[in-house]
Structures are given as structure tokens and as C-alpha cells.
């Protein structure tokens, strides 16, 4: 079995009435598979979080489509939205997804440089994709479109503030792993690749919302 | 479970579901991450192609959400490698693809079943039509 020892002692208590006692707490499955589901513990964790992501993004995508199927009449996205904008920010995601399955093979071919490069250009597209969204909000908001001028712009605002809000919290993971978090690397390089790993599947995932919301909101 | 069958266990899930982490595998993986962006470039490309054609909104729902679902695919199955994933997971997604299903046909149904017992109500109309007036069943209160 590998477990990972954590560093610093937690107090625990003994079962004779004296807390306190303190002992290390060992971390089993981080690095390799558990015999009964086949995976370390992180990645079955990502998936079951995913799991619940789609619920999170399934009631707006319903809401959505109740919305305008009940609707007299919606704008097209077309009209109403910057594409040449959000093309760009489909590119910029699409490619981001590409680099961080790039580090990860970098980090498993041994190269922390490389593993680290592609990080970055991953938290880069990142920003810019953010850049971009901004942008198009303070458009928006300079023609007095706000999330209560109708309930297209508001499913707009709403899906795509959830969405740039996931972009925000893998920007703050990534910048962990390439600053401070990547010390793992020092001392165990498996855990650390396993942990750019579950970061860019919950990466993907977000790319795949993006992937749905492009289309629905802007072309249709 | 013994230790030699945890062992064992632990072998079979590297040898059929871990990544093969010989350099030439993984540069042969990397090949095909690249091959996979091109794709979904030039789908991304065919998404905006078929907008500016500007075609009737259910053919172009169609097309559109066609190709959204072959970018996802390829998003899933290769840069979050479904392609060769546990059955475990296989099994999370089976339950939250039924739920998620149930999430769009719930309120599709709500909304259904409304225009037979509310009489008046349009499908069509962002506003309900005024309720029916309520037949006098001949009871009256106590």
C-alpha cells in the first residue's frame, strides 16, 4: 500500500480519556491505485465532484431552454453578443486544455521545467480568457444591458459568470502548482503529476462547459 | 483480501487502466493531443460557419449542438482519457447522465401535464393565459 505520511503531527485522542497523544496520520492510495476501485483516491474524487458540477451547470442549461422554448419571442445570441470575442475565447480554452495535458506528460517524462512552462501558458490562457469575458461585460453593461434588462441577458450573465467563476478557480489551483505547491516535486514527483492531473481534468470539464455555452448562448 | 491479491490487483489496474509511462508512449500521447486540438480547432471553425449561415432555428440547433457533442467527445475521451477509464467511473457518469436527463425532462414534463390541468394554458406564451373558472362541483363547504 503507499501512503503519504503527513509532516506535521495531529493530536488524536488515545481512547483512554487523554487527548492529545499526538500521532502521525497516514494518507493511503495518493500516488497509486486502490485494489478495489482501481484508482487513487484523488482522481475518484475529481470525477465525483465533476459529477455533481453537471448537475450544478444541468439546472441552468433546463432553466435555459424552458426559458426560451416558453418565450413569444428571444433573441438570437448572433445579434445580441460579441462572436469574433468568444470565438477567441473558445480558442484560448481549447488551447489551455492542450497544455495542461502537455505538462502532465512533461511531469511524467521527468521535466519539471517543461512540466512548469506549460502550467503557466495554461494560467495565462486563463487570464486572457478572463481579459476577454471582462471586456465583453463592460460592453455589455455600457449599453445598459445588465442581468435584469430581460431574461436573455440574464441567463447570459448568470451561465457564463458561473462558468468564468470555475475559469477563476482553476486560475488559483494552477498558480499554487506552479508556485509554492510545486516544492511537492522535491520531495514526491508522482503525487505532485497526480495532482496536476486532477486539476486539469476539472480543467477540461470547464472546457466542456464552454464548449456547450458558445454555441447555445452566441450562435443560436 | 491478502497482500499478494492487493498486489496483484494493483499490477492489473496499472497494466490496463494506468498510463503507460515509457517515454515513447507518452511522446506517442502527445501526437495525439495535438492531432485532438487541431480537430476541435477546425470544429470550432465549422460551429461559427454554420451561425453566419443563419438557417432555420431547429436545423441549426441541430447542427450546432452535433457538433458541440463531438468536441465534448473528444474533450472526454482524450484529454480526460474516458477512452480507457475504470468501470467505476464509467458507472458515476452512467448515474449523473440519467439524472442530468431527468433535470431537462422534469420541468419539460411539469410544463406538459400544466396544459391539462390548467385549462387556457398556451405553451407558447411567455405569460399564462387567466385560469379557467373553477367548475361548481355542487359541494359546497362545511
Given amino acids: 500500500m503507499t501512503t503519504t505520511t503527513l509532516t506535521h503531527p495531529v493530536p488524536v485522542d488515545d481512547g483512554h480519556g487523554h487527548g492529545g497523544g499526538h500521532h502521525e496520520i497516514e494518507i493511503p492510495y495518493t500516488l497509486h ?133 470555475h475559469v477563476l478557480g482553476g486560475m488559483i489551483v494552477f498558480g499554487y502548482l506552479i508556485g509554492p505547491g510545486a516544492k511537492l516535486w522535491e520531495t514526491n514527483r508522482d503525487q505532485y503529476t497526480n495532482r496536476v492531473e486532477v486539476t486539469g481534468l476539472y480543467w477540461h470539464f470547464v472546457d466542456l462547459v464552454w464548449i456547450f455555452l458558445f454555441p447555445i448562448l452566441y450562435l443560436l | 483480501m491478502n497482500e499478494h491479491a492487493v498486489e496483484h490487483a494493483i499490477e492489473e489496474a496499472h497494466e490496463h487502466f494506468g498510463h503507460d509511462n515509457s517515454p515513447e508512449a507518452i511522446r506517442k500521447e502527445i501526437r495525439r493531443y495535438l492531432i485532438v486540438f487541431a480537430a476541435l ?81 398556451d405553451l407558447n406564451a411567455s405569460q399564462p393565459a387567466p385560469a379557467a373558472p373553477i367548475e361548481n362541483s355542487g359541494h359546497s363547504g362545511h
Avoid at chain 2, 449542438?65 to 464509467?90: D, N, P, Q
Wanted: charged share 10%; glycine share 8%; proline share 4%.
Fill in chain 1, 33 to 165: 491505485p486502490r485494489p478495489d476501485t482501481g484508482m487513487y483516491n484523488g482522481k475518484l474524487g475529481i470525477w465525483l465532484f465533476l459529477a455533481s458540477e453537471v448537475m450544478l451547470f444541468g439546472a441552468l442549461f433546463s432553466t435555459l431552454i424552458l426559458l426560451r422554448t416558453s418565450a413569444p419571442s428571444w433573441p438570437h445570441g448572433w445579434q445580441e453578443l460579441n462572436i469574433p470575442l468568444a470565438t477567441l475565447n473558445t480558442f484560448i480554452l481549447i488551447g489551455s486544455s492542450v497544455t495542461v495535458v502537455l505538462a502532465w506528460a512533461n511531469l511524467r517524462l521527468g521535466d519539471l521545467r517543461k512540466g512548469k512552462i506549460f502550467l503557466s501558458i495554461t494560467l495565462l490562457c486563463g487570464l486572457g480568457f478572463m481579459v476577454i469575458k471582462s471586456i465583453e461585460y463592460a460592453t455589455k453593461f455600457r449599453h445598459h444591458h445588465f442581468p435584469s434588462t430581460n431574461n436573455f441577458f440574464a441567463t447570459y450573465f448568470v451561465m457564463t459568470g458561473l462558468h468564468g467563476l
Fill in chain 2, 41 to 121: 480547432g477546425a470544429l470550432t471553425i465549422v460551429t461559427v460557419a454554420i451561425s453566419l449561415l443563419h438557417l432555420p432555428t431547429h436545423l441549426a440547433i441541430l447542427l450546432a449542438l452535433t457538433v458541440a457533442v463531438v468536441k465534448g467527445s473528444l474533450v472526454a475521451a482524450f484529454f480526460m482519457h474516458l477512452i480507457s477509464e475504470r468501470k467505476l467511473i464509467y458507472a458515476v457518469l452512467l448515474l449523473t447522465v440519467f439524472f442530468f436527463g431527468m433535470l431537462l425532462w422534469g420541468p419539460w414534463h411539469q410544463r406538459y401535464n400544466a396544459q391539462k390541468v390548467w385549462k387556457g394554458y
